[in-house]
C-alpha cells in the first residue's frame, strides 16, 4: 500500500520558475526521502531529510518537513527543461519493511 | 565506481512461467532491497535482505522469493507468473550507515503475456 500522497499529480510550468511539490504521509517516520525518475527507469536519489530536521538545501532543491502534519514539501529553484520527471517522497520508519513511496509528481518544465 | 546494476533489462514471460530477475549492490554496500514498480504508481517494497538474511517483506504472495548471495548480489524470484506481475522491478543497494539514502538500479521490465 501506499503511505504517501504527492501533490499534485501533476504539474506544468514555464522553464525558470519555481516547482513545489508536496508529500503527505500516515505514520511516524525516521527519515523522508525524494526521488527523481525519468521516463520509467531507475530512481535517483536527491534528498534526505531526517525526523528530526526541518528544512534541507542541496542546489536548487529546498525540502522542508513538518513531523507534526505528516507532510514535506519539494521546491526546485529556477527550473530547466531537463528537471522534466516523475518526483516520488518517501518514507524511512527505520525498521526492516523498506521505504513506502507515494504515487508522484509528474512535473513538466516547457521550454 | 560502479552504481547498482540489473539484469536483464528487459523481459518477456507467459502466464504460469517463473522468472529470476538479478541485482549487484554497490560495492561495499551489504543491503540490498527489492521494490516493484507498477505503471503509473510509485514503488512498492517487495524485500530487503542484509548480510544474506532477509530482514524485511512487503505484502506480496509467496510466488515471489528471493536470495543474496555471499558476495551481497541478490536474485528475485517469481513462479506462476500472472498478468499483474507486469512491472518494473527495482533493486536498491544500501551502505552500512543504516538510515540512509537507497541507490536504486535501473529497473528490469517485465512483461506477462
Known amino acids: 500500500s501506499q503511505q504517501g500522497e504527492e501533490d499534485p499529480q501533476a504539474l506544468s510550468i514555464q522553464e525558470g520558475e519555481n516547482a513545489t511539490m508536496n508529500c503527505s504521509y500516515k505514520t511516524s517516520i525516521n527519515n523522508l526521502q525524494w526521488y527523481r525518475q525519468n521516463s520509467g527507469r531507475g530512481l535517483v536519489h536527491l534528498i534526505l531529510?531526517?525526523?528530526?530536521?526541518r528544512e534541507k538545501h542541496s542546489g536548487r532543491l529546498r525540502v522542508t518537513l513538518d513531523t507534526s502534519k505528516k507532510s514535506s514539501s519539494l521546491l526546485i529553484t529556477a527550473s530547466r527543461a531537463a528537471d522534466t520527471a516523475s518526483y516520488f517522497c518517501?518514507?524511512?520508519?527505520?525498521?526492516?519493511?523498506?521505504?513506502?513511496f507515494g504515487k508522484g509528481t509528474h512535473l513538466i518544465i516547457q521550454p | 565506481d560502479a552504481g547498482v546494476t540489473q539484469s536483464p533489462t528487459h523481459l518477456i514471460k507467459t502466464r504460469g512461467q517463473h522468472v529470476t530477475l538479478r541485482c549487484s549492490p554497490i560495492?561495499?554496500?551489504?543491503?540490498v532491497s527489492w521494490y516493484q514498480q507498477v505503471l503509473g504508481q510509485g514503488p512498492q517494497f517487495i524485500f530487503q535482505y542484509y548480510e544474506k538474511e532477509e530482514r524485511g517483506r512487503g505484502n506480496f504472495p509467496d510466488r515471489f522469493s528471493a536470495r543474496q548471495f555471499p558476495n551481497y548480489s541478490s536474485e528475485l524470484n517469481v513462479n506462476a507468473l500472472l498478468l499483474g506481475d507486469s512491472a518494473l522491478y527495482l533493486c536498491?543497494?544500501?551502505?552500512?550507515?543504516?538510515?540512509?539514502?537507497?541507490?536504486f538500479g535501473p529497473g528490469t521490465r517485465l512483461t506477462v503475456l
Open positions: 531529510i531526517r525526523s528530526n530536521e
Open positions: 518517501a518514507t524511512d520508519g527505520g525498521g526492516a519493511d523498506g521505504l513506502t
Open positions: 560495492s561495499g554496500h551489504k543491503s
Open positions: 536498491a543497494s544500501r551502505g552500512q550507515v543504516r538510515y540512509n539514502e537507497q541507490f
